[in-house]
């Protein structure tokens, strides 16, 4: 099996020219890290001329070798990038694919250019612009409501990472003792998080919407929308990473995006945005939209895929108040 290494560039160059992805002109002049990745083992191929994206993904998390995860993510991946390659109102908002090896979970797409993702906000320094808010709800338009089933089949079912991500949403935050000290995120973390650990009513009703997000639905979710996944280019807003895709509940999506307005403290009125902005937003179950915002808030508090949010214990407990209220419909 073929393993994508940053120090071995000619065995690298030997391959992509093997499956015609580098001319046989072409050399690798350099192999950098194009961002900080949590899942994939990514590399950005510079040739002198060109570059482009490798990624592959292996039997476990690149950030928590630990945790394992399905090793054909990818190709999952590369499949959604293959149909929403259709539509140009989608399309235009992320990389291109240029190729995939499914026997090595190995994709190659189209490089961005130099670009920064908002993980800034997390700093509560840095602010949304209402125009970029806005150009991340359109990306959601295109992608709910160009990709509608009518009939619920198995296509980008996911159904094997789906499963590592609702362990990881809705149930590993909310155990009392899951091996994970979150002193060691923030001195007193650990005593903020456990009475919702043993809150029974708040966790009957988080296990409910982890069943609807396991559960198929009509509409093509991107599945990890939040800003990790946004990238500031020279050629505006683009998504990249839709490795959690899967036809569901399209309040998902939402409620990932809502939920991290409220993790970065971004301005109240950057809300009316999402609701005035996104089509049919008064079609939406306002509960379930609610739950979702509810429980990312809430296990990225006091969950595994911590944030570097520059919060204190009196912030964060005031927004896992705030999140318990919303998942209570209280």
Same mark, same amino acid.
């Given at each position: 099996?073929?393993?994508?290494?940053?120090?071995?560039? /000619?065995? &690298?160059?030997?391959?992509?020219?093997?499956? %015609?992805?580098?001319? @046989? =002109?072409?050399?690798?002049?350099? $192999?950098?890290?194009?961002?900080?990745?949590?899942?994939?083992?990514?590399?950005?191929?510079?040739?002198?001329?060109?570059?482009?994206?490798?990624?592959?993904?292996?039997?476990?998390?690149?950030?928590?070798?630990?945790?394992?995860?399905?090793?054909?993510?990818?190709?999952?991946?590369?499949?959604?990038?293959?149909?929403?390659?259709?539509?140009?109102?989608?399309?235009?908002?992320?990389?291109?694919?240029?190729?995939?090896?499914?026997?090595?979970?190995?994709?190659?797409?189209?490089?961005?250019?130099?670009?920064?993702?908002?993980?800034?906000?997390?700093?509560?320094?840095?602010?949304?612009?209402?125009?970029?808010?806005?150009?991340?709800? /359109?990306? &959601?338009?295109?992608?709910?409501?160009?990709? %509608?089933?009518?009939? @619920? =089949?198995?296509?980008?079912?996911? $159904?094997?990472?789906?499963?590592?991500?609702?362990?990881?949403?809705?149930?590993?935050?909310?155990?009392?003792?899951?091996?994970?000290?979150?002193?060691?995120?923030?001195?007193?973390?650990?005593?903020?998080?456990?009475?919702?650990?043993?809150?029974?009513?708040?966790?009957?009703?988080?296990?409910?919407?982890?069943?609807?997000?396991?559960?198929?639905?009509?509409?093509?979710?991107?599945?990890?929308?939040?800003?990790?996944?946004?990238?500031?280019?020279?050629?505006?807003?683009?998504?990249?990473?839709?490795?959690?895709?899967?036809?569901?509940?399209?309040?998902?999506?939402?409620?990932?995006?809502?939920?991290?307005?409220?993790?970065?403290?971004?301005?109240?009125?950057?809300?009316?945005?999402?609701?005035?902005?996104?089509?049919?937003?008064?079609?939406?179950?306002?509960?379930?939209?609610?739950?979702?915002?509810?429980?990312?808030?809430?296990?990225?508090?006091?969950?595994?895929?911590?944030?570097?949010?520059?919060?204190?214990?009196?912030?964060?407990?005031?927004?896992?108040?705030?999140?318990?209220?919303?998942?209570?419909?209280?």
């Amino acid at each position: 099996m073929f393993i994508l290494n940053a120090n071995e560039p /000619n065995e &690298l160059a030997n391959y992509l020219q093997e499956h %015609q992805w580098l001319g @046989l =002109d072409e050399t690798v002049v350099s $192999l950098s890290k194009p961002g900080e990745g949590n899942m994939n083992y990514v590399l950005r191929v510079d040739t002198g001329k060109r570059t482009f994206i490798v990624k592959q993904s292996r039997g476990y998390v690149e950030k928590y070798p630990q945790v394992v995860a399905p090793e054909k993510r990818v190709v999952t991946e590369s499949a959604f990038y293959e149909k929403i390659a259709t539509k140009i109102n989608v399309q235009k908002y992320m990389p291109r694919l240029i190729g995939i090896d499914v026997e090595n979970n190995v994709m190659v797409i189209e490089d961005l250019g130099n670009s920064n993702d908002f993980t800034t906000l997390y700093d509560l320094y840095h602010f949304l612009e209402a125009d970029e808010l806005k150009e991340l709800v /359109n990306y &959601l338009n295109g992608l709910h409501h160009s990709f %509608q089933k009518t009939i @619920l =089949d198995d296509e980008l079912a996911n $159904l094997e990472l789906r499963k590592l991500n609702h362990e990881h949403i809705f149930h590993y935050p909310f155990m009392e003792a899951n091996g994970f000290d979150l002193n060691s995120v923030q001195d007193g973390l650990q005593e903020l998080a456990l009475p919702y650990k043993k809150d029974a009513t708040l966790k009957k009703q988080i296990t409910l919407l982890g069943s609807l997000y396991m559960s198929k639905g009509k509409y093509l979710l991107h599945g990890d929308y939040y800003p990790g996944s946004w990238l500031k280019t020279s050629d505006g807003i683009k998504i990249i990473d839709p490795e959690f895709c899967y036809y569901g509940s399209r309040e998902f999506d939402l409620g990932v995006l809502i939920a991290h307005l409220y993790l970065t403290q971004q301005d109240e009125n950057l809300l009316s945005i999402v609701v005035t902005e996104y089509d049919s937003y008064t079609d939406l179950n306002l509960e379930i939209l609610n739950g979702f915002i509810g429980v990312e808030i809430m296990r990225r508090l006091i969950g595994l895929a911590q944030l570097p949010l520059q919060m204190d214990l009196k912030q964060k407990k005031e927004l896992l108040d705030f999140a318990r209220t919303l998942i209570l419909k209280k």
